[in-house]
């Protein structure tokens, strides 16, 4: 019983498609096209640690101080533009 939900919870998104838009309008038979923006923005941020091994061959100040550096913050600000809705530059 266990295996057939899980084997219905991973075939099930291949079948069910929630974001088709059905046409249902006599009237109109032309989809509306989505708007696409030009640009678009995005800024992140939050903590960080680094996972690199420090070697044992420097020496305890050396150590302290890469110790120093591995953990804070990270912060990232980027933007695009959208030349069409399949081409962007980053």
């Known amino acids: ?26 009237v109109t038979s032309k989809k509306q096209k989505r708007e696409i ?3 678009a923005i995005k800024v ?10 420090v070697s044992p061959d420097e ?3 050396t150590k302290a ?5 591995k953990s804070g913050n990270g912060f990232e600000i980027s933007a695009k533009y959208f ?4 081409f962007e530059l980053a």
């Open 1 to 26: 019983m266990k295996f057939k939900f899980i084997l219905l919870i991973c075939v099930l998104p291949f079948f069910v498609n929630a974001q088709d838009e059905q046409d249902t309008s006599a």
């Open 37 to 39: 923006p030009r640009f």
């Open 44 to 53: 992140t941020g939050g903590l960080s640690w680094r996972l690199a091994d």
């Open 59 to 61: 020496n305890d100040l």
């Open 65 to 69: 101080y890469i110790k120093d550096l």
């Open 83 to 86: 030349f069409n809705s399949k």
